[in-house]
C-alpha cells in the first residue's frame, strides 16, 4: 500500500524524498550594534560626569572608543558594552572625588579671609603635614582643617604687629595698593582716584603726600575688608566684624556698636546699605590709623635722656667758671685798692 498523502503533496519513496534546507544562521548576539538599552545606559553616564566636570562629550565618546579598542569611525558593538560602562564608571568616580575636593577648598577659602583665620590654618596644617600649602591637602585632611575652623577647634593667633617706621612706602608696597585699588574699583564701579582719596583721607594726609610704611598693613587690610562687603549684598556689623583680619578689642566693639545704634539705628544683625557699612569700616580704621603713631622706642628714650643730661651738665660747668672769674675778679679789685 502507498503511504496516505496530503492532497496535493508530491507522490514518492519517503526515503528518497528531499529534506528541507536549515533556516539561515543568525550573527552572533555580540556582534550587533548597541541596544537602545545599552546606549542609552551610556549617555546617562556621560551626563553625570558632565555634570560636575568640564569634560565634554566628544571627549568622552572618543575615550571609550580607544578603550575598547574601536576606531573612531567604528560601530560600538554589544560586545563592547561591559567595557565601555567599565570605563565610563571609573570616570564618573574619578570625577566625583575631584567635583568634592573642590567643593571642600572653596568653602575653606572662603573662610581665610575672615579674621586671623588664614594664619591659623597655615599654622595647623604645618605642625599636622609639615608644609603650608592648601593644594597639597587630601580630601580628607581638608575635610578636617574645614570642619576644625567651622567649629572653632583652631587657635586663631593675634596678627603679628609690623614694627613702626617713618619710611614712605616702597615701590613695591605702592604697587600692592594700587592692585587693590584697581581690583576694588572693578568690583564697585568707583573710580580709582576717588579710592585713593579715601585712602589718604583714611590716615589724615592730603591728596598725593607720600604714604608713611607704617600706614601700609593697615590699608591692605582696609582695602581687603572693603572687596569684601562689596561682594556681600545684605552686610552686617557682624559681618564686618568676622571679616577684619585684626578683630575689633572690647573699646572698637563698643564704639560700633554704639555708632550704629545711634546713626543708624540698628543693631549687630541688622542688614545695612553699602554706604552705612562702608561709615563704619571707615569709622573703625581712622581710629586704628590714628593710634599708629610711631612710639618713642625705649633705646631713642634713654639717648634723649643721656644727651638732656649731657647738655644740663655742659651749662652748669660754664655757669660755674662764669661765676668763679667774676668772684676772682672782685677779690683783685678788693686787693688793689
Do not use: C
Not at 565618546?61 to 565601555?84: C, I, M, Q, T, Y
Not at 573699646?251 to 543693631?267: H, K, P, S, T, V
Amino acid at each position: 500500500m502507498q503511504p496516505f498523502s496530503a492532497p496535493g503533496a508530491p507522490a514518492g519513496d519517503p526515503a528518497t524524498m528531499a529534506t528541507p534546507p536549515d533556516p539561515p544562521t543568525t550573527a552572533d548576539a555580540g556582534d550587533q550594534p548597541l541596544s537602545p538599552v545599552q546606549r542609552t545606559a551610556l549617555e546617562r553616564l556621560i551626563v553625570r560626569i558632565q555634570a560636575i566636570s568640564s569634560l565634554k562629550t566628544v571627549e568622552l565618546w572618543a575615550g571609550l572608543r580607544h578603550e575598547v579598542g574601536v576606531k573612531n569611525d567604528g560601530k560600538l558593538l554589544s560586545r563592547h558594552f561591559p567595557a565601555a560602562e567599565q570605563f565610563l564608571q571609573t570616570r564618573l568616580i574619578q570625577v566625583q572625588h575631584t567635583h568634592a575636593t573642590r567643593q571642600l577648598m572653596q568653602q575653606l577659602t572662603d573662610l581665610l579671609p575672615q579674621g586671623n583665620n588664614r594664619q591659623a590654618v597655615s599654622d595647623f596644617i604645618r605642625q599636622q603635614f609639615g608644609h603650608t600649602v592648601l593644594s597639597s591637602l587630601s580630601q580628607h585632611q581638608l575635610h578636617q582643617v574645614l570642619t576644625m575652623l567651622q567649629n572653632g577647634q583652631l587657635a586663631i593667633p593675634q596678627p603679628q604687629q609690623n614694627r613702626i617706621t617713618d619710611r614712605t612706602l616702597l615701590p613695591a608696597e605702592h604697587q600692592t595698593l594700587n592692585q587693590q585699588i584697581a581690583r576694588l574699583a572693578a568690583a564697585t564701579g568707583e573710580q580709582p582716584v576717588k579710592l585713593w582719596a579715601s585712602v589718604w583721607k583714611l590716615v589724615n594726609l592730603k591728596s598725593g603726600d607720600p604714604i608713611p610704611s607704617r600706614f601700609f598693613p593697615l590699608l591692605t587690610q582696609y582695602l581687603q575688608v572693603r572687596q569684601t562687603l562689596s561682594q556681600q549684598s545684605a552686610p552686617t556689623l557682624q559681618m564686618l566684624a568676622a571679616s577684619l583680619k585684626q578683630p575689633p578689642d572690647s573699646d572698637e566693639q563698643q564704639l560700633l556698636e554704639n555708632y550704629n545704634i545711634q546713626r543708624f539705628q540698628a543693631g549687630a544683625q541688622t542688614v545695612l546699605t553699602a554706604a552705612q557699612a562702608q561709615d563704619l569700616l571707615n569709622l573703625l580704621f581712622a581710629r586704628r590709623a590714628e593710634r599708629n603713631q610711631p612710639q618713642e622706642t625705649p633705646q631713642a628714650s634713654d639717648e634723649s635722656h643721656a644727651s638732656l643730661r649731657g647738655y644740663t651738665r655742659t651749662r652748669y660747668a660754664i655757669l660755674m667758671a662764669i661765676a668763679l672769674l667774676l668772684l676772682a675778679g672782685l677779690l683783685l679789685g678788693w686787693l688793689w685798692r
